[in-house]
């Protein structure tokens, strides 16, 4: 079993559409929570980090913790043709310098 | 800011031959890592440097793969032979004492 599980799609949706992201992991020393976007060809970016459980939001962008069902989300709400880019959700035990455990992504395009 | 500079971006080379990549990472980070990206996965983490040393390349295949950071800054990573299942983009992060990597374009290579 791997540590972390992410659908990797491919995800289609209209534009506007609400879009949610999901990863599950087996390891419930995991404390710190990442997403991150890559563009076709391009490196990943940190889009949202969040530590607790609960809801983290910015922007168009929410993040979702649940520790209790190893489960983490990310909605895109009124999603864009901009927004279509590969989703990695990671994870590390604590901070400092612990490495990021990533999913396989989950490709995400949305066309006008 | 500048961001993390790596080179070449694409890199073809027969099996058996030996190849080298560059990272040059944003200016003041201590922290610094290679990753391997599998086309349709997630990066996983090759090495990671603090300053100069090393904190853990548990993932390094050591028989093939090397990898320096010379005074504390730019870093190369070298495969020597390559084989076929090493096709893959190699992404070079850095990090300042904190937990955010910020990721380079990465190289892509492929062995024939």
């Known amino acids: 079993q791997k540590e972390v599980e992410q659908d990797p799609g491919p995800l289609s949706v209209p534009e506007g559409a609400i879009v949610s992201l999901n990863c599950t992991y087996s390891?419930?020393?995991?404390?710190?929570f990442m997403w991150y976007r890559q563009y076709s060809r391009k490196g990943p970016e940190l889009l949202m980090y969040t530590y607790s459980s609960g809801n983290k939001e910015d922007g168009r962008f929410t993040a979702q913790v649940d520790k209790s069902s190893k489960y983490i989300s990310l909605f895109i709400r009124d999603s864009q043709p901009s927004d279509s880019a590969t989703y990695l959700c990671?994870?590390?035990?604590?901070?400092?310098?612990?490495?990021?455990?990533f999913g396989a992504g989950t490709r995400l395009a949305v066309h006008p | 800011e500048a961001g993390v500079a790596q080179s070449p971006r694409y890199k073809i080379i027969e099996k058996r031959q030996s190849v080298a990549f560059w990272c040059n990472p944003i200016s003041g980070h201590a922290t610094l890592y290679w990753y391997q990206q599998i086309l349709g996965q997630g990066p996983k983490l090759l090495i990671q440097f603090q300053n100069n040393g090393v904190v853990d390349d548990s993932q390094l295949p050591k028989d093939r793969f090397s990898a320096e950071r010379l005074k504390g800054v730019d870093s190369t990573l070298k495969i020597q032979p390559a084989k076929l299942e090493d096709s893959a983009v190699y992404l070079c992060a850095s990090s300042p004492l904190s937990d955010t990597q910020y990721f380079g374009p990465g190289t892509r290579l492929t062995v024939l």
């Open positions: 390891n419930s020393a995991f404390q710190y």
């Open positions: 990671a994870m590390t035990l604590s901070g400092g310098y612990n490495k990021l455990i």
